[in-house]
């Protein structure tokens, strides 16, 4: 199977998001060609998970001028949002503790988008749709270096007994389980041990190497990482030295949007099916 993948250029010029409480963040500047690792860092609180939201489509921009894979946001934010995935973002796309690896495999193949063709062979039961969900999860464990043979219980094992390092590998394969053509990925070294966070980064890097866009928060990026830092801009930030930032779940929720003329039924499901886990 051909794993190269077609990453999404990302251009944004002075974007923020403001909300109830003030800027999450502001005035960030990207150029990244497809296949470019984008390391995004900065304190708590001075917005990074809303800048991976921003620039998936889960988040309306209040300024500036954006684009992803030629989309313009926040115009087309329903085109956006169909060709990126999320991993590992707290809140948003969560692992479920109490499900094993095969259930999360399988409940994201079934958010998949139609095979083409026959209508019999979309249904679940039909021959084809069995072999193109099963070589989409085989491609994905492939990608995100997760060997089910490696757990304790292999596709059985449930979530709350992986290691955190395979836990982040399984979160990138279901956010690569549609091909799309940007992975944001959230706290990318949490908690993990030196070794486990280089091994992180060396797994991001690799799927760049295949021609995917990575966008993922965390420190150690690789040199070789685009450097994208945000930081609190607005007044009360600049005014509260000494005080305790706040936490990143304070920051302004996602605007409820409706889908532009290019976003079909489908896509919004699958977008909302995504944000639903939380």
Known sequence: MNTTRQGAAVHAGGIGVE???????????????????????????????CLLLALTGRMRITEGEAT???????????????????????????LEPALTVGEHLKERALLGPRIQGSPLASLPWG???????????????AAARLDPDSLPKGLRTTVRDLERIEALRLSVALGLMHGPQLLAVDDVDLKLADAERTEAWQLLRDLTREGLTVVAAGDGAPEDALIVRTARKDAEAAGAAGAAAPAEAAAPTPTPVQD???T???????????????
Request: hydrophobic residues 40%; without cysteine.
């Open 264 to 278: 079909t039924e489908e896509e919004a499901a699958d977008a909302f099916a995504e944000a639903g886990r939380a």
């Open 127 to 141: 021959k084809r749709h069995k072999e193109a969900t099963r070589a989409r999860v085989d491609a994905a464990l």
């Open 68 to 94: 992803v894979a030629g989309l313009a946001l926040p115009k087309r934010m329903g085109s956006v949002r169909s060709r990126t995935a999320l991993a590992h973002v707290p809140g948003v796309a969560d």
């Open 260 to 262: 532009d003329a290019h």
């Open 19 to 49: 909300g109830p409480r003030g800027w999450a963040f502001r005035a960030v500047d990207i150029t990244a060609e497809p296949g470019t690792l984008i390391a995004v860092q900065g304190p708590s609180g001075s917005g990074r998970t």
